[in-house]
């Protein structure tokens, strides 16, 4: 009888360590707006939340992002890409952190070591599309790392 309950635990821990896919993750859901995301990097989920769906239309609102490092960060690099019926219709690329470069608190912050944000970010567009659409974005570092991505769905149907 253990045997057969240490074969079933062997087997649930290799099925769960084979899967590449993370699940996905609802940011948040109203009634005019749903918000989801998925972790894009086969090895590493995080969290991610924004205090009320109705804040994104604010275009400055607060949230909460939070991961344990597998990168050091010396230099980081951010591109989001904006996919609708899929493609890309607009992409942006920016450098984060860099020799005498520091746009966020976690430049600098070693492998292993936990980053956690929390506070407003700051959309730049006037409104959101008022659409079905996808935004990839990913961060890597000076070695081409990658240090997080994911995919974000987000679902708008709000009348501006």
Same mark, same amino acid.
């Given at each position: 009888?253990?045997?057969?309950?240490?074969?079933?635990?062997?087997?649930?821990?290799?099925?769960?360590?084979?899967?590449?896919?993370?699940?996905? *993750?609802?940011?948040?859901?109203?009634?005019?707006?749903?918000?989801?995301?998925?972790?894009?990097?086969?090895?590493?989920?995080?969290?991610?939340?924004?205090?009320?769906?109705?804040?994104?239309?604010? *275009?400055?609102?607060?949230?909460?992002?939070?991961?344990?490092?597998?990168?050091?960060?010396?230099?980081?690099?951010?591109?989001?890409?904006?996919?609708?019926? =899929?493609?890309?219709?607009?992409?942006?690329?920016?450098?984060?952190? +860099?020799? +005498?470069?520091?746009?966020?608190?976690?430049? =600098?912050?070693?492998? =292993?070591? *936990?980053?956690?944000?929390? +506070?407003?970010?700051?959309? +730049?567009?006037?409104?959101?599309?008022?659409?079905?659409?996808?935004?990839?974005?990913?961060?890597?570092?000076?070695?081409?790392?990658?240090?997080?991505?994911?995919?974000?769905?987000?679902?708008?149907?709000?009348?501006?």
């Amino acid at each position: 009888m253990k045997t057969l309950n240490v074969l079933a635990l062997v087997l649930v821990l290799l099925c769960i360590n084979a899967s590449t896919e993370w699940p996905t *993750h609802t940011v948040c859901k109203e009634e005019n707006l749903e918000i989801y995301y998925k972790s894009c990097d086969p090895q590493q989920d995080f969290a991610f939340s924004i205090d009320r769906c109705s804040d994104v239309t604010t *275009h400055t609102f607060d949230i909460r992002a939070a991961m344990v490092l597998r990168q050091s960060i010396k230099e980081l690099y951010a591109k989001v890409d904006l996919i609708i019926n =899929g493609k890309t219709v607009l992409s942006y690329s920016e450098t984060l952190c +860099g020799p +005498g470069l520091s746009k966020l608190i976690f430049c =600098g912050k070693k492998k =292993g070591e *936990h980053l956690y944000y929390e +506070g407003p970010i700051t959309l +730049g567009i006037k409104e959101i599309p008022q659409v079905n659409y996808t935004i990839t974005a990913r961060l890597t570092n000076e070695d081409r790392a990658t240090v997080a991505c994911a995919d974000f769905t987000v679902k708008n149907y709000l009348d501006y």
